[in-house]
């Protein structure tokens, strides 16, 4: 089993967790409805991806 030698330093224990963040998602709105959608993904509100039906959505 690995056992460490000697103590890690707080500055580099920090250094090497540098990129364990979370991330906010890049939101777009859509073109057709105006909705907020994360990119890359077909609006939940109108079934609509990049100008194009995707899903057919009922009229409420």
Avoid: W
């Avoid at 990119?39 to 409420?60: T, W």
């Amino acid at each position: 089993m690995a056992h460490p030698k000697r103590k890690v330093s707080k500055q580099r224990r920090d250094k090497r967790r540098t990129h364990d963040f979370a991330v906010v998602p890049t939101l777009a709105t859509c073109s057709n409805c105006g909705a907020t959608v994360l990119y890359h993904r077909v609006c939940p509100e109108c079934g609509y991806y990049r100008g194009r039906q995707i899903i057919e959505k009922k009229a409420q």
